[in-house]
């Protein structure tokens, strides 16, 4: 180690990104609570982008002009490493969720086990998964389900292929081939995009046609749970690839120089993988 | 000791100074002031409980109002007071036990102190909203938090957002800082008690913050949405709630507590003028208190009617985690034994913390027996058992480490006089507080009720004479602490004889800026771990 250490000079951004998110949360808690506040929740929003941007836009600046040393690196890289863990963590709660209820919650509801009790909530109750009658007549439940072997298989089809050209694409990068890189990247995006379609077409079939909806029971809730909070990560993945694209563009990277590029893919494979356990346990079984 | 060179950024002037700070011992003090704060606002909201308790009847407030002091005192008092105290003190101390320049990532270390007023700014509001503040209990169980809540729910369950996000970012950039900025030659294995605490502190964090922001989402929807998560009549389920809630809510409880272990562990040696005994088994204590944190949860909900079989498991694990508590006990023991003990403010407070945590360790495995927590379930019992690890537990190691450092960070030594003082007065107080606790749950009195049967009386009256004087005494905290930064007797760079590490090293008061070059680690000479 050659001996003195890189601390970064002072920011606005962070302290901007404190107040912007003060006007989303006022904004949101006065439209959910009251139903007021829908203009403070956009601006917050808005201005939450607005921050990220300049944020990064700093960061990237600095790091360009060879400012972080090998330590800032590592930094870096750990704490995306132990973000996505958290991210892990929040999805885990959310499939925790499934499996308590297929497992144990609607069995005990139908007089399983040492809980015969709760099964006179509702004597005429039948547990089973996918769940078409909830135990109660004021919820009404779906009138089918999502066939795993259609849309799904066609997403899990898109998202695998698009693991393998985000490899190729950093394979490409790695060694100085910037254009095939570019090409990969842009094919990885499109993937992406295509799967939000899809997602999209199979949410309106849902609500249309199946009568799928947040308010289906808890077969409803769990679906819209978990393949909705993928799907946001998937848009937000998606964003960040574009904006990896663009830096590429822009010549950012170097073959051995490009943390912002590896940081996007681990995030990318890291939905993939989310969406596996998905399309297992919320569409196939 | 360290060459101070000129730095490069000059800080910011005025007010925007704290505002945009990236600096580490800043932060940690913007910590430090915002939990003393929270600490006296959710004392008050205490004493309003206590006041109101102090005889059988409603004499004071409402019930409504007394839910919500109960709800509002608890959630301040862990994620306002206890949690950002321990931040505050990581930000300070650990770049200066692992010779580091700052925290790793040092603008995200503004961002996540600077969420924190945000958070309790907004759940402080709703106290003034339509509908009133969140009153079903700092552990929010659905469906009193769902169904029957108040509308502002929304802004509570946002605040915990921002909290947590807070939390996680933290704990992220100390789990980088640890492991990537040590002075070279510092292995892990040489690292200080309270840095390795820390250390996996910061891990359950990052485990635990994101179930609890899963199940306050699915709260939001359950309210909002239409979704019957926390519903049975719609194939959900409210013990749902209990099990995700009490799996962020156990280990969490740890992450209040495990930093404290390391400041009691810096403590005893220092004053008992020996090294700690059984370093490593303080470390491998400490990871597997935490690794057997995930696997106790349901210890919350022996009463909601578990299956057997998931009784036993949680009461056999419960159990288990007294064991390496008690190595730590053990070895906080050995370490006095035949030192030449003498009794500091600091000292006082973690001899005081060994004691007095012990007791709530006990009265935790007593609550692990299953059919004996039928009994003390939702009974002052409990409140007495968490009281006693959080308040002359956790609370008392952050004082202690306070008064321990406070001559490094200001330069002068806090009042001795005073500090004891402090200290007699607090130990009284929060004796005569949660002592007779245990009595009246023993005896049966429900928790999170503003009226009582009239046996209880006289135990409460006595809490409540407790407790005011534990709450007024804090007061001398503050004295301390501001004639502290103000003057007195001037501290050397290393203030207490038996003290080690490299925190020493510095001019006190630490100057702003400190180890911008890597100081010299020698394992051989310098490892608490040292043969
Ligand atoms: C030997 C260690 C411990 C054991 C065996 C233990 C056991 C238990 C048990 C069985 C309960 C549930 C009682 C009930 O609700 O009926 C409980 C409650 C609680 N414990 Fe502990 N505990 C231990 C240490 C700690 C520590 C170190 C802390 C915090 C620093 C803590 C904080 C709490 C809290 C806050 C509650 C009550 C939560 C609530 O219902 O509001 N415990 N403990
Ligand atoms: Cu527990």
Avoid at chain 2, 188 to 214: H, Q, Y
Wanted: proline letters at 6%; charged letters at 10%.
């Amino acid at each position: 180690m050659s001996g003195s250490y890189y601390v970064p000079a002072a920011s606005h951004w962070p302290i901007a990104a404190v107040v912007a998110i003060a006007l989303m949360a006022v904004g949101a808690g006065n439209e959910l609570a009251y139903g007021r506040g829908g203009m403070l929740l956009v601006f917050g929003l808005l201005g939450i982008m607005w921050v990220i941007f300049h944020w990064f836009a700093d960061v990237v600046r600095e790091s360009r002009a060879g400012l972080y040393d090998e330590q800032m690196d590592r930094s870096f890289r750990q704490g995306m490493g132990w973000f996505i863990f958290s991210e892990v963590m929040f999805f885990a709660a959310f499939f925790g969720t499934l499996f308590y209820v297929r497992a144990f919650a609607l069995p005990w509801l139908d007089g399983e086990g040492a809980k015969g009790i709760t099964a006179l909530l509702w004597p005429d109750f039948t547990a089973s998964w996918p769940l078409m009658s909830p135990p109660s007549s004021e919820v009404k439940g779906p009138t089918g389900t999502v066939d795993p072997w259609h849309l799904p298989l066609i997403n899990t089809v898109l998202l695998i292929s698009s693991s393998v050209t985000l490899t190729l694409a950093h394979h490409a990068l790695k060694v100085d081939k910037r254009f095939t890189c570019l090409n990969w990247l842009g094919l990885t995006l499109v993937l992406g995009a295509v799967f939000l379609v899809v997602q999209g077409i199979e949410y309106v079939e849902a609500y249309q046609q199946l009568g799928l909806t947040l308010q289906a029971g808890i077969y409803g809730g769990t679906f819209f749970l978990l393949t909705g909070f993928h799907g946001i990560h998937v848009t937000l993945g998606a964003i960040i690839l574009a904006v990896m694209w663009l830096r590429l563009m822009n010549g950012h990277f170097s073959g051995h120089q490009h943390f912002g590029f590896e940081a996007a893919a681990w995030y990318w494979h890291f939905v993939d993988v989310v969406w596996i356990g998905l399309f297992l346990f919320v569409y196939v079984f | 000791m360290q060459m101070q060179t000129e730095h490069a950024h000059e800080p910011p002037r005025g007010w925007m100074r704290w505002l945009l700070t990236t600096n580490h011992k800043e932060i940690g003090s913007l910590y430090l002031l915002f939990s003393l704060a929270m600490l006296f606002v959710g004392g008050i909201m205490a004493l309003i409980i206590r006041a109101e308790l102090f005889q059988p009847g409603l004499q004071l407030i409402q019930p409504e109002f007394f839910n919500q002091m109960t709800t509002m005192h608890g959630l301040i008092m862990v994620f306002g007071a206890v949690m950002p105290a321990f931040v505050g003190l990581a930000n300070w101390m650990i770049p200066l036990q692992i010779g580091a320049p700052d925290m790793a990532l040092p603008r995200l270390n503004n961002f996540s102190f600077w969420l924190l007023p945000i958070a309790f700014g907004l759940l402080l509001s709703t106290l003034w909203m339509e509908g009133g503040g969140p009153n079903f209990g700092w552990t929010f169980y659905a469906p009193l938090s769902t169904t029957y809540a108040p509308p502002s729910t929304s802004f509570f369950i946002l605040s915990i957002h921002i909290a947590g996000i807070s939390s996680i970012l933290g704990a992220i950039n100390i789990i980088a800082t640890i492991f990537n900025m040590r002075t070279p030659g510092m292995r892990l294995m040489d690292m200080s008690l309270f840095v390795w605490t820390w250390l996996i502190t910061a891990f359950l964090l990052v485990a635990v913050m994101p179930v609890l922001a899963g199940v306050v989402t699915m709260m939001l929807l359950d309210i909002n949405f239409g979704t019957s998560f926390f519903n049975a009549a719609g194939g959900g389920d409210p013990v749902l709630f209990q099990h995700l809630f009490w799996f962020f809510g156990h280990p969490e409880v740890y992450i209040m507590i495990l930093p404290a272990f390391g400041i009691v562990s810096l403590i005893v040696p220092t004053f008992a003028r020996k090294r700690l005994f059984g370093y490593r088994s303080m470390v491998y204590a400490t990871a597997s208190i935490a690794i057997l944190s995930f696997t106790v949860w349901a210890h919350h909900m022996f009463t909601v009617g578990l299956p057997l079989a998931a009784q036993l498991f949680f009461m056999y694990m419960t159990m288990l985690i007294a064991v390496p508590t008690g190595v730590k006990v053990f070895n906080w023991i050995a370490t006095l034994f035949r030192g030449s003990i003498s009794f500091e403010v600091p000292m006082l407070f973690a001899l005081a913390f060994i004691v007095q945590f012990t007791i709530g360790g006990l009265s935790g495995v007593m609550l692990a027996i299953v059919p004996a927590d039928y009994q003390y379930h939702d009974t002052y019992f409990v409140v007495a058992h968490f009281h006693y690890v959080l308040v002359p537990g956790a609370l008392f190691a952050i004082i202690a480490g306070v008064y321990y450092w406070l001559p490094k960070w200001t330069g002068f030594y806090p009042s001795e006089s005073l500090g004891k003082l402090h200290f007699w007065l607090s130990v009284i107080g929060v004796n005569l507080t949660f002592f007779p606790m245990h009595f009246s749950g023993l005896a049966g009195m429900p928790r999170r009720i503003p009226d009582y049967a009239l046996q209880f009386a006289d135990f409460n009256m006595v809490s409540s004479l407790g407790a005011f004087i534990f709450g007024l005494s804090q007061i001398l905290l503050l004295i301390v602490i501001y004639r502290c930064v103000k003057g007195g007797k001037p501290a050397p760079a290393k203030p207490w004889e038996g003290a080690e590490g490299l925190e020493w090293t510095v001019p006190s008061p630490a100057p702003l800026h400190t180890f911008e070059q890597p100081p010299v680690f020698d394992p051989q000479r310098d490892s608490p771990s040292r043969a």
